[in-house]
């Protein structure tokens, strides 16, 4: 059983939305364009990483001379076009627990290592623009996840401890910022991979937010 909590802090990637495929399939398209290898970008590695994280990933992985400019300009075009095609799909038992929340009054906001721009672009994709009134992105902090900056100001402008707040993340990466921040963290991991990963200190793990949802119902 979950512990008592006053709020929810949402990531957004691969948490509320299926957002972490369509970034890769737009970054190997950047790079198959480049005359890169696109093979060397796993999903598993790229997950919860910050813009500029990334960046330093593909260096590491393409050379110095890596064109940083060009391949966020090519990013970019292949993102738009698929999600003109495609709009991007909500996970298992987001509206569940939206409309839970909405109903029991529990305040709960959005903390992403994604630009708020981007992240409320993301949204309105998959129809869920008008869903959150309060969005904390990675530009409003000095460090992003695994630092624990996100979750802290979150915490902050919902007006609750942040060791009252039930922070959802599919991520080690975000796993890890919200430890540090003292929350109650929550995995519904988005690969095979973070599932299987060993945590400092207890994390609870669902399948996806409908068993949360379920958990909250229990209660």
Partial sequence: MLPDFDAVIFDLDGLL????????QAW??????????????????LSGLHHQALLTLLKSKFGSDFQEALFNQLSSHYWYAQLQQTGIA??????????????????????????????????TFAGLDKTFSLIIGRERVALGKPAPDIFLLAAQ??????????????????IAAAQAAGAIAVLIPSTAAVAKMQFESAVWLFADLA??????VLK
Avoid: W
């Fill in 28 to 45: 190997r398209q950047a790079a198959q364009a480049m005359g890169l290898d696109e093979t060397l970008l796993q999903t598993e590695e």
């Fill in 211 to 216: 068993e949360v949802a379920r958990q909250i």
């Fill in 90 to 123: 909500k996970k298992t038992g987001v509206d569940a627990l939206l409309s839970l929340l909405i109903q029991r009054h529990i305040p709960f906001c959005l903390a992403t290592n994604s630009p708020t721009k981007n992240a409320q672009e993301c949204l």
């Fill in 17 to 24: 939305l299926d957002t972490e495929s369509t970034y890769v």
């Fill in 157 to 174: 402008r919902l007006q609750q401890p942040i060791t009252r707040c039930l922070v959802l993340e599919d991520s080690a990466v975000g």
